[in-house]
């Protein structure tokens, strides 16, 4: 128990000695090139610009003395890195070794940087992986973002960033970039894009609507239509066509128009998006459609059109489709206006219509053209006939010279039968001839050995 409070008492004695003699040889106001610098564990640690270095300190006890290099002291900084050693003494009563301390300088020659990279790069809370040499980066919002937050980290301290200021995003834009400058030490400038693009809004309209009587003129922005139709259409079938293809679409219509409004709803959607279209559809009555009728209809060079009063649709083909055609829409009421639309640059899938208006009525009713290209025109159908009936010429010509040939080689075959059936029917009759022969031999002979028989009795 002794030998241990002797061991404490000896340890705390060696720490104040170690504390006091830290006091006694301790530096302060340390300066390289009159810039303050702290010393940490006797590691006095600098980074200067000059190629001279002037290192001054000051010692806390007069009393005590220095040896390596005296405060004020200037030293060449030919290479990249000066070491120093300061040894700061003093004596002290009682003990034989004096007190000393040594401290280590290291001033290192600071060389401006060309480094001019990012860190670190974070675009609305997520890290952007930075490539080595790479300076523009694509990135995708939702389109619903109205704006964004760019944060960035240079790699090297010295350098200067420079963030862009506006980090609005306007919701009519679709695309947009941001500039982060970053100019290094030396001056080296680097420029980092940030192209940013807003995903497509989701497509809630519709492209067209076609109807099984009368049509519909779709406008940008517009989602409540009306549409007179005749007495006589009491049921009106919709086909309708989205400009998405990953929309879809309900429709709530009534099963048959009564006379007068009726209405018809189209909900489109997509994503999380939806938009209703509204149809008022309204169905004439019988003394108010006569009143907006056709009396008759012409087209010029077209005899193929027969014009029905209660027919408000109708298709037309051609072989070569016109740039547009002369119209001629009488109206039973001669106060009732005619507006043609549609009547230009015509192609396969056109549609002209042709409304009968009365404005003092407030009614109206739609005829409809829709125009057609022939698949195959007059011209290719002549040409399809005379190449078809000219393959049924040859393919007859080989037919019959294929049964002529196989008739002649069949009489020339029975020919040959007929030969030797004749000849056959020679040798049997030659035979027959012989047996016959070799019979009346026998049958002498025969009478021969008789009659010698009976001369002999």
């Given at each position: 128990?002794k ?13 104040n ?49 220095s040896s ?11 290479d ?16 034989e ?73 306007s919701?009519?834009?679709?695309t ?28 809630t ?6 109807l099984?009587?009368?049509?519909i ?54 994503a999380d ?22 009396e ?15 027919n ?11 740039t ?18 549609g ?7 056109s ?107």
């Open positions: 128990m030998r241990i409070f002797k061991l404490m008492i000896l340890i705390l004695f060696l720490i000695i170690n504390v006091y003699a830290a006091n006694e040889t301790a530096i302060t106001n340390v300066k390289v090139n009159d810039e303050s610098i702290r010393c940490d564990s006797l590691k006095c640690n600098a980074t200067v610009d000059s190629d001279k270095v002037t290192i001054k300190y000051t010692l806390i006890d007069p009393e005590a003395t390596g290099f005296n405060s004020g002291d200037t030293f060449d900084l030919s990249t890195q000066l070491v120093k050693k300061l040894v700061v003494t003093k004596k002290m009563e009682g003990l070794t004096p007190l000393s301390s040594e401290y280590v300088f290291t001033i290192i020659k600071h060389h401006e940087s060309e480094d001019a990279s990012l860190k670190k790069l974070v675009f609305n809370g997520k890290k952007i992986e930075l490539k080595k040499d790479v300076y523009s980066y694509n990135v995708n919002v939702n389109y619903k973002q109205k704006d964004i937050k760019l944060e960035a980290e240079v790699s090297n301290e010295y350098a200067k960033l420079e963030m862009p200021l506006d980090t609005e995003f919701l009519d834009e679709s947009k970039s941001f500039i982060i400058k970053v100019t290094s030490e030396s001056g080296v400038e680097k420029e980092y894009i940030i192209f940013v693009t807003r995903e497509t809004r989701p497509d309209s519709i492209k067209e609507i076609k099984s009587s009368g049509s003129t779709l406008e940008k922005g517009l989602y409540e239509y009306k549409l007179n139709v005749p007495y006589d259409v009491n049921k009106l079938d919709f086909d309708i066509t989205l400009n998405s293809d990953k929309a879809k679409y309900d429709i709530n219509k009534p099963e048959s128009l009564v006379v007068g409004e009726n209405t018809v709803e189209i909900l489109v959607k997509n998006l939806e938009q209703k279209y509204v149809i008022v559809v309204n169905r004439l009555d019988n003394t108010q459609d006569a009143i907006v009728n056709l008759d209809l012409k087209i010029e060079d077209y005899d193929e059109l027969e014009f029905v009063v209660s408000t649709n109708y298709e037309l083909y051609f072989d070569e489709v016109p547009s055609l002369r119209i001629e829409a009488t109206p039973v009421n001669k106060d009732n206006d005619v507006k043609i639309t009547n230009y640059n015509l192609k396969d899938g549609s002209i219509s042709i409304k009968v208006i009365n404005e003092n009525l407030g009614l109206s009713k739609e005829y409809t053209l829709n125009i057609h290209k022939n698949k195959i025109s007059k011209a290719n159908k002549s040409l399809i006939f005379i190449i078809v009936g000219s393959i049924l010429l040859v393919t007859g010509i080989i037919v019959s010279i294929l049964l002529l040939r196989k008739k002649s080689k069949k009489k020339k075959i029975n020919k040959r039968i007929n030969i030797v059936k004749k000849n056959i029917e020679q040798k049997e009759k030659e035979k027959e001839s012989k047996n016959t022969e070799k019979k009346e031999i026998k049958q002498e002979v025969k009478q021969e050995i008789i009659d010698d028989d009976i001369e002999i009795i």
